[in-house]
């Protein structure tokens, strides 16, 4: 409700008042009490815009909210297509989907033709039904045809009521004829006009009777030449309404055949990108396949690589124990030989002439030097003595973590070794 639409009524019923109240207050009163309203009015109208705003914009954030979710749900779906590893589930569920589509589209063609033919049988009812506009125009012409039969049934009978009085006239007139001859030449004079009255009333009538002729012949042909006027404007209107829909048929049938190269071409990308999906698929399973034979056969060269290892840490690690056992036994029997062989020393050093072998033979006697001649005349005594790498294995299959420098060093005997082994052997050559 707008302000003046108030305000008009409040200054008609209070301009009686203003007028019959001459002070200036009460007409200050009136303008005040007019703007009040007026204030009022105006700040319902702001209350109602205020409404409808805060409800469209109500409105606004609503589809915002469903907006943003639908953005929300599409891009977790993107992410998940994104994300997804595609598999054989997946790609059987993809032709699924595109068989039954398939399969929609086949029912959807299947209905779209029946209704169709459905169609063009209405069609067809309907165009042997009678119209009603024909109806109401055959109506008309039946009661034009009435009305013309009506007015030939009059002119008949007006004809009949002449030839009634013409026949009645022309018997008075053969009654009058036979007694002529015995009239006056006067009378007779009026007999023959009389006679040539009635001839003329004839010839009226013949004419009178030709002209009505020729008058419901001219009715005949103007009630023939409306009802072809009419039937060929229906012909007319029944091409027209043929011509609509033979150009509503065709431009159906561009619409469905738009419509089936779009499916077709729909179809045939959903082919194309269902084989791509089954080829990367397959690529990708190839690659998985020759990814997990790779990391089969790396597992079993490990596994092998590991089990000789293993194998060979075993063998090195018993064959060592087994060679140290031997030597502390074979150094064991070393050692009552030698013992032996000082309890016979004084016929012993008799036998030896030179110096340097005495010499020596007195620094086996040292502690310094035991072990070492022990150690020669071991590898002297031992039938096939092991090469320095089976009693010192390598670095990487050595369990104790020596080096390789180490173990050179333990491979290169050193020389006081090397000669104490040749005097022990020359002292068992003298022994013997």
């Known amino acids: 409700m707008s302000a003046p639409s108030l305000s008009s009524p409040l200054s008609s019923l209070l301009s009686p008042l203003s007028s019959l109240l001459s002070p200036p207050s009460l007409q200050e009163s009136a303008a005040l009490a007019d703007r009040l309203i007026q204030g009022q009015v105006t700040r319902a109208q702001e209350a109602e815009e ?21 953005l929300e749900k599409a891009q977790s779906t993107i992410r998940e297509l994104q994300e997804h590893k595609h598999t054989e589930e997946f790609v059987n569920n993809l ?22 033919d459905k169609i063009l049988d209405l069609e067809k009812r309907n165009n042997c039904l009678p119209d009603e506009n024909n109806v109401a125009a055959l109506q008309e012409e039946l009661k ?29 007139h053969m009654s009058r004829g036979s007694s002529h001859w015995k009239e006056s030449p006067k009378k007779n004079a009026m007999n023959e006009l009389q006679d040539k009255l009635m001839t003329v009333r004839l010839r009226e009538a013949q004419a009178q009777a030709e002209l009505r002729e020729v008058k419901l012949k001219v009715l005949q042909l103007e009630s023939q030449t409306q009802i072809h006027g009419k039937q ?109 062989l000082r309890g016979h020393k004084a016929s012993t050093g008799s036998r030896i002439s030179s110096g340097s072998v005495t010499t020596n033979y007195q620094d086996l006697t040292s502690p310094t030097s035991a072990e070492g001649d022990y150690l020669s005349s071991d590898d002297d005594l031992l039938p096939s003595p092991l090469p320095p790498s089976a009693l010192f294995p390598s670095a990487a299959l050595d369990s104790e973590g020596s080096t390789d420098s180490e173990v050179e060093e333990r491979a290169q005997p050193n020389q006081q070794q090397i000669y104490g082994s040749m005097v022990c052997a020359e002292a068992m050559e003298g022994v013997n």
Do not use: P
Not at 305 to 323: A, F, M, P, T, W
């Open 95 to 116: 032709q699924t989907q595109l068989e039954q589509t398939r399969l929609h589209e086949a029912e959807l063609l299947g209905a779209l033709k029946e209704m169709q």
């Open 144 to 172: 034009q045809m009435k009305l013309r039969e009506l007015e030939t049934l009059s002119s008949f009978r007006e004809m009949q009521d002449t030839v009634t009085d013409l026949n009645q006239r022309w018997q008075h």
């Open 50 to 70: 205020n409404y409808v705003i805060k409800r469209e914009l109500a409105v606004v954030r609503q589809q915002c909210s469903t907006a943003s979710e639908s």
């Open 232 to 340: 060929i404007g229906r012909h007319e209107q029944e091409r027209s309404a043929l011509q609509d829909r033979l150009q509503m048929a065709s431009n159906q049938s561009k619409a469905l055949q738009t419509q089936l190269s779009e499916m077709k071409r729909k179809q045939a990308e959903l082919d194309c990108k269902s084989k791509e999906e089954v080829m990367a698929v397959r690529l990708r399973e190839a690659d998985s396949m020759a990814a997990m034979a790779e990391l089969r056969q790396k597992i079993s060269e490990l596994e092998i690589q590991k089990e000789e290892g293993l194998i060979q840490g075993q063998l090195n690690h018993s064959d060592s124990r087994q060679y140290i056992n031997q030597l502390r036994d074979q150094i064991s029997e070393l050692k009552n030989e030698i013992r032996i």
